[in-house]
């Protein structure tokens, strides 16, 4: 009977959070799926037309689609395997416990509380070509015509990435920092007395150790990687003559600029399959540390 | 070198902080000294953007979808921990995979939802969507949490004729205010600086948030730099101070996310 009683009322407090999840994020994901076969004008669902599997075979034949693929998986590798070493050395500075460490400290993880977007903002006027690095190139005489960091179709995404580096490389710290508390001492200590040089201890000790860490580390930043947004938009907009796109930009473009919903859906479905992989594996380390 | 080296790192930001302060004409030819402080560009930035309006907007959105998620995450998650039912597990992990649809993937049948209820282009659209966004890791935190305190403490409080929402608002929340804490700095600092939900859910200027509004204006004319400059250091000075404040409770909040898993 009191079982009962509280099974209800637990159904009751959980219904809340139950609701939200249906209306917004689970209602949402399965439309996607039915409105990838679909294709209408404007905004108006009345005018909705089934338009079977068309969009999906656009989608293999568009060119931008492969570059915004191609450009999200170099963003992911690229800021993922940045952000880990140098979080990792920036970790092992602020545990070196020398003089300055809390500035250093705070100075690196000061851009990861900004918004996106202002970084974004930030990075675009000093990377223009008034901008302060192309005038103190200027000033140093290394160049004579300023680098167009965001209008050479060659290097923009990598400027973005380059801020989405500088951006985030205090949180990296932050986490290797915190795995390095949990480094058993006494292993360190044991590997000192046998000798082992400095280099060897971290690669033998201290980065074995931390493998829980570098898990999450690199799965977060995966994660992150793969729905950017912001910070292309403002410093880009996925251009110039769309080669810097990602996947969330250009489904934006798709379905925002060109009112083609039932085409940006398709793209939409590409993100939930990549997200879907990464929340397997996310599932299987939460259940591993319980 | 320490010091040498996060100076360093900071370089962008001073150098924003310099171009705020410079005349119109110096924009352009210094490199990083001003001869002159202009600080008047502060109010003229602060008219231009209308950031009475943009933080205005940006609090109540904020606050209000924070504390909604603090209120309907706790509740779940007692539920999830302390008063399990046939489901309950299921449910559970069904929000938790919740986490893991990017905003972006979603936005399309978002905003038809949105347009359909009404609600496209107000303020409740986007503290809707930001609630469904911010409780699965919400929940996640305050689970994990609520499982740590004893059983023998709940047991007591049922013998004593205490009823489940007694328990919950006089026993466990008072003990939880770590994870209320975490909870409403992660949701607070996601919620401030989201952009992309904000720019297709909102169409009327004077609903934008910040970082909409930030946005918009520097893309729409070629705004002045020192304006833009000084509309970056105005929009980030609040977070700032926060942080200054309640510096280890702020990173505890943030790095959450990744420890909870």
């Known amino acids: ?290 | 070198m320490i010091y040498l080296a996060g100076a360093v790192y900071l370089v962008p930001i001073i150098w924003v902080i310099s171009l705020s302060l410079r005349s119109k004409k110096d924009v352009f030819s210094t490199i990083f000294f001003t001869r002159e402080l202009h600080l008047e560009n502060y109010f003229i930035a602060w008219k231009t953007f209308n950031f009475n309006l943009l933080f205005l907007n940006s609090c109540i959105i904020t606050c209000v979808s924070v504390v909604i998620v603090l209120v309907v995450s706790s509740m779940a998650a007692y539920a999830f921990s302390r008063l399990k039912y046939r489901g309950s597990e299921f449910f559970f992990y069904a929000i938790l995979l919740g986490m893991m649809v990017p905003p972006a993937a979603v936005v399309i049948p978002l905003f038809l939802i949105m347009k359909n209820l009404g609600l496209y282009n107000t303020h409740s659209a986007l503290i809707l969507a930001y609630i469904a966004f911010g409780l699965p890791i919400a929940v996640l935190i305050f689970r994990g949490f609520f499982l740590s305190v004893p059983a023998e403490l709940i047991e007591a409080a049922r013998i004593d004729g205490s009823s489940e929402v007694n328990t919950y608002l006089k026993i466990i929340m008072p003990l939880s205010t770590a994870a209320v804490a975490t909870v409403t700095i992660f949701s607070f600092m996601q919620n401030w600086n989201e952009f992309l939900l904000a720019l297709i859910l909102l169409k009327d200027k004077l609903l934008y948030t910040v970082p909409v509004g930030m946005a918009n204006l520097v893309g729409q004319w070629d705004s002045p730099w020192q304006l833009v400059a000084a509309g970056v250091i105005i929009s980030s000075v609040p977070i700032f101070t926060v942080y200054l404040l309640i510096q280890d409770l702020f990173i505890k909040g943030l790095t959450a996310g990744a420890v909870k898993g």
């Open chain 1, 1 to 290: 009977m009191v079982l009962r009683r509280t099974a209800r009322i637990g159904f009751l407090f959980s219904l809340p959070a139950i609701v939200f999840f249906i209306l917004f994020l689970l209602i949402p994901v399965l439309s996607t799926f039915f409105l990838s076969f679909t294709e209408w004008k404007g905004f108006d669902l009345a005018n909705i037309k089934f338009a079977g599997v068309s969009n999906f075979a656009e989608l293999i034949e568009d060119k931008i689609f492969f570059i915004s693929l191609k450009n999200t998986l170099l963003f992911v590798a690229f800021t993922t395997v940045a952000l880990n070493i140098l979080g990792y050395i920036g970790a092992a500075i602020i545990d070196s416990g020398r003089r300055g460490t809390g500035f250093f400290k705070n100075a690196l993880f000061l851009p990861v509380l900004l918004a996106p977007i202002i970084i974004g903002i930030m990075w675009s006027r000093m990377l223009d070509a008034f901008g302060i690095v192309n005038q103190l190139l200027k000033a140093m005489e290394i160049i004579k015509m300023p680098i167009l960091f965001l209008g050479d179709q060659r290097i923009a995404l990598y400027t973005v990435i380059g801020a989405t580096i500088w951006q985030y490389l205090g949180y990296d710290m932050l986490l290797y920092y915190a795995g390095l508390q949990g480094v058993p001492y006494e292993l360190v200590e044991a590997a000192t007395i046998d000798g082992a040089s400095k280099w060897t201890i971290q690669l033998k000790v201290i980065i074995p150790s931390l493998s829980p860490v570098i898990a999450i580390t690199m799965l977060l930043n995966m994660i992150g990687g793969f729905k950017v947004f912001d910070i292309v938009y403002v410093m880009t907009a996925g251009g110039p003559n769309n080669s810097s796109h990602v996947f969330a930009t250009y489904l934006f473009q798709q379905a925002f600029r060109f009112n083609r919903m039932g085409y940006a859906s398709v793209i939409a479905i590409v993100i939930i399959v990549f997200s879907f992989l990464a929340a397997i594996i996310r599932l299987k380390l939460v259940r591993q540390e319980e």
